[in-house]
C-alpha cells in the first residue's frame, strides 16, 4: 500500500522544546468493499516566517511558531483537516471522547483554549472520571495519535492538553483519594471494635476478680476471728480451771508458827498461843494474796500469749491478702500491657498495610500516567502552565 496516503512524523521532530520519537501507525485492515481515500500532503511552513499566514489569530495564539527551534512541524491545511480526513473503517471510533456531543470542532475549541483552556479541559473531566485511570489515559492517548496521523494537529493539541490536565487534575484528586479514603478501613475500625470490645471485657473480668477477691478475704478475716474468739474462750476456760485445781502451799515459816501455836493450845498457854495466832493470820492472808495474784498472772499470761498469737495469724492473714492483690494487680498490669502492645500492634500493622497500599496504588498510576506520557512524548504540566501557553 502506498504509504503517501498517510503522513508521517520525522524521526528528528521535536515537540515543546524536547527530543521525542513517533511511531508510524499504519490504518487498520480494509473491510469488504472499502477504500481509502488519499490524504492532501501537509502543509511545509518555513522556518523563516515567524506567523502562519493562512490561519487567524486564535490559532496563531495558540499553535507553536514556526521560530521555535527547531520546530519543523508538518501541519495540515486548516480547510483539508476536517474535510479531507482519511476516513477509518467501522470499528474504529474513538470509544469515549470522539462524539460530536463531547468533542467541538476543532476550530471551536481553539477559540475556547485561547480564552481559558481549564474551563475546556475540565469541561471533559466528567466523561473521563467515570472509567479507570489506564482506560482514561489510553483513550487519550489513541485519539492523539490517531489525530496526529491523520494531520488534525489541533485535535492531536487538544487530545494532549487534556491527557496533561488529566494527569493533574486526575493525579491529585487520586493521590487525595488514595491518602484519605482506605480499602483496609474497614479492617481497622473492626480491630479497633475488637480492641475495645476485648478492654471492656477485661476490665469487667478484672473488676469481677477484685470483687470475688475482696469478699473472700473478708470472709477468711471473719471466720479467722470467730475461730480465736473460740479458741480464746476454750483456753481461758481450761487455764482458770486448771488454776483452780491448784492449792495454796503455805511457806515453812506459816507452818512452824502453825506448829507452835498447837503446842501452846496444847500446853494451855492460851495467851502465847493467841499472840502467836494474831502474827500467824496475816502470815496466811499474805501468802494467799501472793498466791491468787499468781494465779491471775498465769492466767494473763496464758491468755495474752494466745492473743498475740492470734494477732500474728490475723496479721499475717492480711498481709497475705494484701500480697495477693499486690500479686493480681501487677498480673492485671501485665496482661494490660500484654492485650494493649498485642493490639496496637494489630491496629498499627493494618494502618501500615493501608498505608503500603496506598503507596502502592499511587506508584501504580505513577507508572501508569508516566508510561503513557513517554508513549506520547509529553511531559505533565499544571494548568497555570496550559493557561500561560
Same mark, same amino acid.
Do not use: C
Given at each position: 500500500?502506498?504509504?503517501?496516503?498517510?503522513?508521517?512524523?520525522?524521526?528528528?521532530?521535536?515537540?515543546?522544546?524536547?527530543?521525542?520519537?513517533?511511531?508510524?501507525?499504519?490504518?487498520?485492515?480494509?473491510?469488504?468493499?472499502?477504500?481509502?481515500?488519499?490524504?492532501?500532503?501537509?502543509?511545509?511552513?518555513?522556518?523563516?516566517?515567524?506567523?502562519?499566514?493562512?490561519?487567524?489569530?486564535?490559532?496563531?495564539?495558540?499553535?507553536?511558531?514556526?521560530?521555535?527551534?527547531?520546530?519543523?512541524?508538518?501541519?495540515?491545511?486548516?480547510?483539508?483537516?476536517?474535510?479531507?480526513?482519511?476516513?477509518?473503517?467501522?470499528?474504529?471510533?474513538?470509544?469515549?471522547?470522539?462524539?460530536?456531543?463531547?468533542?467541538?470542532?476543532?476550530?471551536?475549541?481553539?477559540?475556547?483554549?485561547?480564552?481559558?483552556?481549564?474551563?475546556?479541559?475540565?469541561?471533559?473531566?466528567?466523561?473521563?472520571?467515570g472509567a479507570s485511570n489506564a482506560v482514561i489515559l489510553r483513550e487519550l492517548e489513541s485519539e492523539r495519535a490517531i489525530a496526529?496521523?491523520?494531520?488534525?494537529?489541533?485535535?492531536?493539541?487538544?487530545?494532549?492538553?487534556?491527557?496533561?490536565?488529566?494527569?493533574?487534575?486526575?493525579?491529585?484528586?487520586?493521590?487525595?483519594?488514595?491518602?484519605?479514603?482506605?480499602?483496609?478501613?474497614?479492617?481497622?475500625?473492626?480491630?479497633?471494635?475488637?480492641?475495645?470490645?476485648?478492654?471492656?471485657?477485661?476490665?469487667?473480668?478484672?473488676?469481677?476478680?477484685?470483687?470475688?477477691?475482696?469478699?473472700?478475704?473478708?470472709?477468711?478475716?471473719?471466720?479467722?476471728?470467730?475461730?480465736?474468739?473460740?479458741?480464746? !474462750?476454750?483456753?481461758?476456760?481450761? +487455764?482458770?480451771?486448771?488454776? =483452780?485445781?491448784? $492449792?495454796?502451799?503455805? *511457806? %515453812?515459816? @506459816?507452818?512452824?508458827?502453825?506448829?507452835?501455836?498447837?503446842?501452846?493450845?496444847?500446853?494451855?498457854?492460851?495467851?502465847?498461843?493467841?499472840?502467836?495466832?494474831?502474827?500467824?493470820?496475816?502470815?496466811?492472808?499474805?501468802?494467799?494474796?501472793?498466791?491468787?495474784?499468781?494465779?491471775?498472772?498465769?492466767?494473763?499470761?496464758?491468755?495474752?500469749?494466745?492473743?498475740?498469737?492470734?494477732?500474728?495469724?490475723?496479721e499475717a492473714l492480711k498481709m497475705r491478702i494484701v500480697q495477693g492483690r499486690e500479686d493480681m494487680m501487677l498480673q492485671r498490669?501485665?496482661?494490660?500491657?500484654?492485650?494493649?502492645?498485642?493490639?496496637?500492634?494489630?491496629? !498499627?500493622?493494618?494502618?501500615?498495610? +493501608?498505608?503500603?497500599?496506598? =503507596?502502592?496504588? $499511587?506508584?501504580?498510576? *505513577? %507508572?501508569? @500516567?508516566?508510561?503513557?506520557?513517554?508513549?506520547?512524548?509529553?511531559?505533565?504540566?499544571?494548568?497555570?502552565?496550559?493557561?500561560?501557553?
Amino acid at each position: 500500500m502506498d504509504q503517501e496516503n498517510y503522513p508521517q512524523k520525522p524521526s528528528n521532530s521535536t515537540h515543546t522544546g524536547q527530543a521525542a520519537s513517533f511511531q508510524v501507525m499504519h490504518p487498520p485492515p480494509l473491510q469488504n468493499g472499502q477504500t481509502f481515500q488519499k490524504a492532501p500532503k501537509p502543509m511545509r511552513v518555513s522556518s523563516a516566517s515567524t506567523k502562519y499566514t493562512s490561519w487567524n489569530s486564535a490559532e496563531q495564539a495558540y499553535l507553536p511558531s514556526a521560530s521555535t527551534p527547531r520546530g519543523k512541524t508538518a501541519l495540515p491545511s486548516p480547510r483539508m483537516s476536517s474535510a479531507a480526513k482519511t476516513p477509518r473503517p467501522p470499528g474504529s471510533q474513538l470509544s469515549v471522547l470522539s462524539t460530536a456531543s463531547r468533542v467541538p470542532s476543532a476550530a471551536t475549541m481553539l477559540v475556547r483554549l485561547q480564552e481559558n483552556p481549564r474551563v475546556v479541559v475540565e469541561s471533559q473531566l466528567p466523561h473521563l472520571l467515570g472509567a479507570s485511570n489506564a482506560v482514561i489515559l489510553r483513550e487519550l492517548e489513541s485519539e492523539r495519535a490517531i489525530a496526529e496521523q491523520d494531520g488534525n494537529l489541533i485535535l492531536a493539541q487538544v487530545r494532549t492538553d487534556m491527557l496533561r490536565a488529566f494527569v493533574e487534575h486526575t493525579g491529585k484528586e487520586t493521590e487525595r483519594a488514595l491518602g484519605s479514603s482506605n480499602d483496609h478501613a474497614p479492617e481497622i475500625t473492626e480491630k479497633v471494635n475488637q480492641y475495645r470490645t476485648l478492654m471492656f471485657d477485661f476490665t469487667n473480668m478484672w473488676e469481677e476478680t477484685f470483687r470475688e477477691y475482696d469478699e473472700k478475704a473478708e470472709n477468711a478475716i471473719q471466720g479467722l476471728q470467730r475461730e480465736h474468739q473460740q479458741h480464746y !474462750e476454750e483456753v481461758e476456760s481450761l +487455764a482458770r480451771s486448771e488454776l =483452780a485445781a491448784k $492449792r495454796l502451799h503455805y *511457806s %515453812r515459816k @506459816v507452818l512452824n508458827k502453825r506448829e507452835e501455836l498447837e503446842r501452846l493450845i496444847a500446853l494451855r498457854q492460851y495467851k502465847e498461843a493467841d499472840r502467836i495466832r494474831k502474827d500467824l493470820i496475816p502470815m496466811e492472808e499474805a501468802e494467799e494474796s501472793r498466791f491468787e495474784e499468781s494465779l491471775n498472772t498465769t492466767l494473763v499470761s496464758r491468755i495474752k500469749t494466745v492473743r498475740r498469737s492470734q494477732e500474728a495469724k490475723l496479721e499475717a492473714l492480711k498481709m497475705r491478702i494484701v500480697q495477693g492483690r499486690e500479686d493480681m494487680m501487677l498480673q492485671r498490669r501485665t496482661d494490660y500491657f500484654k492485650l494493649l502492645l498485642k493490639h496496637a500492634n494489630g491496629i !498499627e500493622d493494618a494502618q501500615q498495610t +493501608a498505608k503500603r497500599h496506598a =503507596a502502592n496504588e $499511587r506508584k501504580t498510576f *505513577s %507508572r501508569q @500516567v508516566n508510561a503513557m506520557l513517554l508513549r506520547s512524548a509529553t511531559k505533565p504540566v499544571h494548568f497555570e502552565d496550559l493557561m500561560a501557553s
